[in-house]
């Protein structure tokens, strides 16, 4: 039997054809559930009382209780309006209203005794109150909520009587009808207890309707750890499952490969980070679990080389492993650094993109079915179905945001028994969105950078700057130094006032004239790219002029500047993930912020903490906090925005309980068989079904 909670919200008394199809359109709310966990923004405190004689110029939205002496229609057509005379001990003032004149005609009786609340302004002498929200006495105590919801809607809605108080009305009228048989308790009992939450169905009807603040703090409070415990537990519950159903391949020794590399080959000392990644990764290959591992790492981190190694493992096991990569530059990048640094210890590399095609194509791919080569680094064509492994044992992910879940899936194929896999993003993610988005992957950090790396040095310059930074520039140059300059867009909006490609690259080519200069962005074609890039890396060009296009995967040591043009029109992960193409290299680096002068009080802070901070995971943190995880890259993957009431940048305490909690239950069940479970297993099953989610890889 269908839940009133899944019912159209057309069927709701007081909803309709009509008011139903402005809720969808306006608000997403298509079923009465859509509707309950439409939650007010704020609340009106009803608990206090003004006397009239209490008023003043400054007094803000006020509640009288008193009489209506008398009122009265004044003029006519649209200019008409109702006045009326309240009162109580204390004084006088005039309510006054020019809209709906007529339903609060009827409604209004000389004599009686009501509550008034609206905004005084001052006429004269006089205070009134326009179009002042009015209830008797005794709809008041009816009501028995002194914390009144205020909920968001839109003009469109104002229209069809659905202002908040309208939605109210609805929001009353669905509490009224789902009772404990519909809000089912999902946490066990002993849960509820053992930190006093509220019941479900309370929390729904107090976070809409609350008795007082206190009430009104423990409904949030269950509501946010429902919420994130949901989260925890189908997350955790997944890697339970993946750990039960994928066995992994047991590397049981570190060989010839790994230790001859180790002691010969490795080009600079490992941090102590690194070294602990590497250790439990080890512990991960001999679990005989299939390792599902996100490595985290800010720019410039020293990520590859620990890829590397755990590839070297699988070698060294008889396995082969690759590496995928976003993009055709990131690739070929990896086959150079990758190949350059394991040739002399013959291990056997190659490269697989879009752009090998024919005969070299059936040559590469016969070779690795044949086993003939020990890593394969290549895009998105590595998961094509013709690409077949002897014995992969080993996958690498780079950048994995860029990719999808069921593109990642396809690699897990690539062998009778999954491989390894290790996903690496060099976008730091703070600590509850990666417990929230990947809190089913082990994740590991590295949180040093290599010894000798200087910190990059940030400023945020205005255009009155433009001149005294153009000549820093140069003298980079001089010294024999590379510089890029980014820009947010190719061509010119009409709606946005911003330097963009093709009028910077002109500009530039003007103040530098005898530096050749390569332009780089999206819409060119991957050869073109290629080339230019090519030219850059070689140093035969001194200024790149592009697009956020190089904002993976180039690696040009002697690039000491970057400068951002409206930087800004860029997030903190994006400007941070920019910052981080220069600095590689021995000598002092620069990172220049080039706004305009109007800046929100947002971009502000935003350019402040890019100039006060290298450290990506605080980066990360700011970031959250600024922009919500709704604008982070990967959310519509984790069910993250499915929160309706919790904040991953404000509740990180309730997050962290909600995840204890969660595993202590899947330790002692792992299968939620417990009757106590029951009602919980229900509702998660129910869920997937609603959502269809999907493993992440």
């Known amino acids: 039997m269908q839940s009133k909670l899944e019912n159209n ?163 009353y009228n669905s509490l009224e009808q789902l009772n404990n048989t519909e809000l089912t308790e999902i946490l066990p009992l002993k849960v509820l207890d053992a930190y006093k939450l509220m019941s479900r169905n309370k929390a729904y009807h107090q976070v809409h309707f609350p008795m007082d603040e206190d009430s009104l703090a423990k409904a949030i409070f269950r509501i946010k750890f429902e919420e994130l415990f949901l989260i925890q537990m189908r997350l955790l519950r997944m890697k339970i499952n993946r750990n039960i159903q994928h066995k992994g391949f047991f590397f049981e020794k570190i060989d010839n490969k790994f230790q001859e590399f180790y002691e010969k080959y490795l080009p600079f000392e490992l941090t102590g980070a690194q070294k602990k990644v590497l250790k439990e990764i080890r512990k991960d290959t001999l679990s005989g679990r299939q390792m599902n591992r996100l490595l985290q790492g800010d720019v410039g981190s020293g990520k590859t080389i620990v890829s590397l190694m755990t590839m070297l493992m699988a070698i060294d096991n008889g396995f082969q492993a690759c590496i995928m990569a976003p993009t055709e530059i990131l690739a070929q990048q990896h086959m150079e650094g990758i190949s350059g640094l394991v040739a002399a210890a013959g291990i056997t590399c190659a490269i697989l993109t879009g752009s090998v095609k024919g005969k070299a194509r059936k040559q590469l791919l016969t070779a690795l079915v044949a086993g003939e080569i020990d890593i394969l680094i290549g895009t998105h064509a590595l998961i094509e179905d013709p690409v077949v492994f002897k014995n992969l044992g080993m996958v690498v992910i780079d950048e994995q945001h860029r990719f999808g879940v069921a593109q990642r899936a396809k690699l897990w194929k690539k062998n009778v028994m999954p491989p390894h896999m290790l996903v690496m993003t060099a976008t730091p993610i703070p600590r509850t969105l990666a417990m929230t988005l990947y809190g089913d992957l082990d994740v590991s950090m590295i949180d040093e950078l290599p010894p000798g790396r200087k910190p990059i040095r940030t400023n945020h ?33 009409e709606t946005l006032d911003y330097n963009h490609l093709m009028d910077g690259y ?188 999907g493993k992440i890889a």
């Not at 306006?26 to 859509?34: R, Y």
């Not at 439409?38 to 009803?46: C, E, G, L, S, T």
């Not at 003032?93 to 509550?115: M, N, T």
């Not at 009155?464 to 130094?481: A, T």
């Open 9 to 171: 919200i057309e069927f709701l008394k007081g909803v309709g054809p009509k008011r139903a199809e402005i809720l969808q359109k306006e608000l997403n709310i298509f079923t009465w559930s859509d509707l309950i966990h439409h939650f007010p923004y704020r609340y009106v405190d009803k608990s206090k009382f003004y006397r009239i004689d209490e008023i003043n110029e400054a007094t803000p939205y006020i509640q009288l209780k008193g009489r209506l002496d008398s009122f009265r229609l004044i003029g006519a057509g649209r200019k008409m309006r109702l006045q009326g005379s309240f009162s109580d001990d204390s004084g006088t003032l005039d309510l006054v209203w020019f809209a709906k004149i007529d339903w609060i005609h009827k409604y209004l009786k000389v004599g009686v005794e009501y509550v008034v609340y609206g905004k005084p302004n001052k006429f004269g002498r006089n205070f009134s109150i326009t179009h002042p929200e009015i209830k008797t006495v005794g709809e008041i105590v009816k009501q028995n909520h002194s914390l009144e919801p205020v909920y968001n809607t839109s003009e469109k809605m104002k229209k069809f009587n659905l202002d908040s108080k309208g939605v109210s009305k609805l929001m």
């Open 461 to 493: 310059r205005r255009e009155n700057s433009r001149l005294e930074v153009f000549g820093f520039i140069g003298k980079e140059i001089e010294k024999g130094r590379q510089i890029y300059i980014v820009y947010p867009l190719i061509e010119e909006s």
């Open 506 to 693: 002109e500009s530039v080519k003007r103040q530098f004239p005898t530096y050749p200069i390569s332009m780089l962005h999206g819409r060119m074609k991957p050869a073109d790219k290629e080339f230019e890039m090519q030219r850059f890396v070689q140093g035969k060009t001194k200024i790149m002029v592009a697009t956020t296009v190089i904002e993976v995967g180039v690696n040009v040591p002697n690039a000491s500047v970057m400068l951002i043009e409206s930087a800004e029109r860029f997030g903190l992960s994006q400007l941070h993930q920019l910052r981080g193409r220069v600095g590689r290299g021995a000598d002092q680096s620069y990172c220049i912020l080039m706004t305009g002068y109007k800046l929100s009080k947002e971009s502000l802070a935003r350019m402040k903490i890019m100039v006060d901070t290298n450290d990506g995971f605080l980066i990360a943190e700011e970031d959250l906090r600024l922009r919500g995880p709704g604008d982070i890259e990967g959310t519509q993957q984790s069910g993250v925005t499915d929160l309706r009431l919790a904040s991953l940048s404000k509740d990180y305490k309730i997050l962290m309980l909600a995840r204890e909690v969660a595993t202590h239950i899947l330790n002692e069940d792992p299968f939620l068989d417990a009757h106590e479970n029951q009602f919980l297993r229900e509702h998660l099953a129910a869920q997937h079904r609603q959502k269809g989610w």
